[in-house]
T-cell receptor
Framework: DGGITQSPKYLFRKEGQNVTLSCEQN?????MYWYRQDPGQGLRLIYY???????QKGDIAEGYSVSREKKESFPLTVTSAQKNPTAFYLC????????????FGSGTRLTVV | KQEVTQIPAALSVPEGENLVLNCSFT??????LQWFRQDPGKGLTSLLL?????REQTSGRLNASLDKSSGRSTLYIAASQPGDSATYLC???????????FGTGTRLAVRP
């Protein structure tokens, strides 16, 4: 079955560490997205990519970095510059053009220890 | 800038009741609207996708309507069940290649 796989499900980060969250899709979708979700707040867009080797900043990109070397993969690195990284991170994909909707992964919960 | 509002923020109903969740958006020039369900600690599951040219979509006990001119969509859940308890989110897309703008969700609890 086609879908999006996020790993790990839970991740713990020490102060000053960079950590990378994985997102892989086999839906043949062109576009991929990273969102952050905090309690009581809506989803906020971190980065998105509509084609391989290209990506754009979303609303809250500071302290994060991404790469898009393969169509299927869109990893997110939470750098030490992100001062409040504890949150639930969601990856999504869609066709870059057309009437299709978004498909989401199951999320990664990141906690700073 | 598109803003999406969902009212109420939380709702508790007894099992078997029919209910309506509301979603409003400030810019009526949308491409499509998508309703999602999110269980605690989980990702989002797509429920219904309505294109701008459509008035409604149905899937089982769920029916979503769209009124672009008034900037509103409703999600109707018939004969609610405890398994329907979750947070429901709506999101709109402005154009074919644009990103989704999400509402903050309605947290639904269906009491047995």
């Amino acid at each position: 079955d086609g879908g999006i796989t996020q790993s790990p499900k839970y991740l713990f980060r020490k102060e000053g560490q960079n950590v990378t969250l994985s997102c892989e899709q086999n839906l043949n979708h062109d576009a991929m997205y990273w969102y952050r979700q905090d309690p009581g707040q809506g989803l906020r867009l971190i980065y998105y990519s509509q084609i391989v080797n290209d990506f754009q900043k979303g609303d809250i990109a500071e302290g994060y970095s991404v790469s898009r070397e393969k169509k299927e993969s869109f990893p997110l690195t939470v750098t030490s510059a992100q001062k409040n990284p504890t949150a639930f991170y969601l990856c999504a994909s869609s066709l870059a053009r057309g009437s299709g909707g978004y498909t989401f992964g199951s999320g990664t919960r990141l906690t700073v220890v | 800038k598109q803003e999406v509002t969902q009212i109420p923020a939380a709702l508790s109903v007894p099992e078997g009741e029919n209910l309506v969740l509301n979603c409003s958006f400030t810019d009526s020039a949308i491409y499509n609207l998508q309703w999602f369900r999110q269980d605690p600690g989980k990702g989002l599951t797509s429920l219904l996708l309505i294109q701008s040219s459509q008035r409604e979509q149905t899937s089982g006990r769920l029916n979503a309507s769209l009124d672009k001119s008034s900037g509103r969509s409703t999600l109707y859940i018939a004969a609610s069940q405890p398994g329907d308890s979750a947070t429901y989110l709506c999101a709109v897309k402005k154009s074919s290649g644009d990103k989704l703008t999400f509402g903050t969700g309605t947290r639904l609890a269906v009491r047995p």
